[in-house]
């Protein structure tokens, strides 16, 4: 059974920082699959924002301000946000895709962390 956490969120201000980790178990990220991370504000959809197989894969909104990496001994992917800005305020999820390829669509992953709240403020 896969299992996907997320973890790292928080309350940071304007041009800050945070990372956040996505634990995986139940899958190896060598052998399995993709992890993509998504988030959703509140009032709008969820949306793709970084993805990774061997290497990244950026929304455009998040290009060059977001960093996606994987540590395979760990079997976790981090997501750090730099930069930061108000409307990247929302509720973020890590998830897994049992095929190692890469995917900006949320219907083709199949296992959801709980999400973990950003909010940028001042």
Do not use: H
């Amino acid at each position: 059974q896969v299992q996907v956490g997320e973890s790292g969120g928080g309350l940071v201000q304007p041009g800050g920082s945070l990372r956040l980790s996505c634990e995986v178990s139940g899958f190896t990220l060598d052998d399995d699959g993709a992890i993509g991370w998504f988030r959703q504000a509140p009032g709008k959809e969820r949306e793709f924002v970084a993805g990774i197989v061997w290497s990244g894969y950026y929304a455009d909104s998040v290009k060059g301000r977001f960093t996606i990496s994987r540590d395979s001994a760990k079997n976790t992917v981090y997501l750090q946000m730099n930069s930061l800005k108000p409307e990247d305020t929302a509720t973020y999820y890590c998830a897994a895709r049992r095929v190692m390829l890469s995917s900006r669509d949320e219907g083709e992953y199949d296992d959801w962390g709980q999400g973990t709240q950003v909010t940028v403020s001042s």
